[in-house]
């Protein structure tokens, strides 16, 4: 796999122009094979796992014409839930400024429109949340784009229901001999942090600190230096959240229509299993 977890290159037009234009040799075809450089002959595949593809027909027509014959894997969820760990996570990581999810989900009308109410958003796209749950009408269009015997529909809710099962199917659409020691585990559990000052240094730094990261990024040539991320660490705990019972009604109802055109790509009733418990 991939160096980099999720190196988001083919969405690379979703991000703001200021972040790419800091660190320009990153965005590179060259640098995006890079990540691969480790591969050894033996190695019969290699990939990366960026969730932005799915909703990015841009990203998708590129992957098309530039990657030989791929395989694609999409793993689908409950889009309420998706919502609400999206929301969650950018607000951790500081690009959602509203202060609760439903009033996220108010400003829908013009964050679709790509009126995006935060300048600390990196990539303001993922703030669309409508846009960015409809995983029905997505994972159709990936289906009108490439061969169905290349691409894998996953249920999130499998892996950790029955990971093993979910672990050879893997490898079979691959075409690789199945390993049983192979270990599929969820990550990204919902997170907040325990001191919210130290949070906002980390995400939303000072102007002069963020220069002087930008200098040495530029002389390193590099995306990260890995401070972010060891912070990250330290103030970190992992945290649960509950949505309110009207808004939930309210965001089933209106992803109804698209759950059930997932549910017939899937061959499973999605709406029952996801919302009747």
Not at 50 to 69: F, P
Not at 122 to 138: C, E, I, K, M, V
Not at 166 to 183: A, H, I, M, P, W
Request: aromatic content about 8%.
């Amino acid at each position: 796999m991939s160096r980099l977890k999720e190196p988001g290159y083919f969405s690379r037009h979703r991000v703001r122009e200021s972040i790419r234009g800091a660190n320009p040799s990153v965005w590179t075809y060259d640098w995006y094979l890079s990540l691969f450089a480790d591969a050894k002959p033996n190695h019969l595949i290699v990939g990366e796992s960026s969730t932005s593809y799915l909703r990015d027909e841009a990203a998708l027509a590129e992957i098309q014409s530039k990657i030989h014959d791929p395989r694609i894997i999409a793993m689908v969820r409950d889009p309420v839930k998706l919502i609400s760990s999206y929301y969650h996570f950018l607000q951790f990581s500081g690009w959602e400024t509203a202060p609760t999810l439903e009033a996220a989900w108010r400003l829908q009308d013009e964050r679709c429109a790509g009126r995006v109410d935060s300048a600390s958003a990196n990539r303001p796209d993922t703030l669309a949340y409508r846009n960015l749950a409809q995983l029905g009408a997505q994972t159709e269009r990936l289906l009108q784009l490439f061969p169905r015997d290349r691409v894998l529909v996953l249920i999130s809710d499998d892996l950790g229901a029955c990971p093993d099962a979910l672990g050879k199917r893997v490898q079979d659409f691959l075409g690789v001999n199945y390993d049983s020691s192979l270990e599929l585990r969820k990550d990204n559990s919902a997170r907040a942090p325990h001191i919210k000052a130290l949070s906002d240094v980390v995400k939303r730094p000072p102007a002069w600190l963020s220069a002087a990261r930008d200098r040495v990024k530029r002389t390193a040539g590099v995306r990260s230096l890995g401070i972010r991320t060891a912070l990250d660490k330290l103030n970190v705990k992992k945290d649960s959240h509950s949505i309110d019972a009207h808004l939930v009604s309210e965001l089933q109802t209106y992803f109804r229509p698209d759950v059930e055109l997932l549910s017939e790509i899937v061959g499973q009733d999605l709406v029952t299993r996801w919302w009747s418990r």
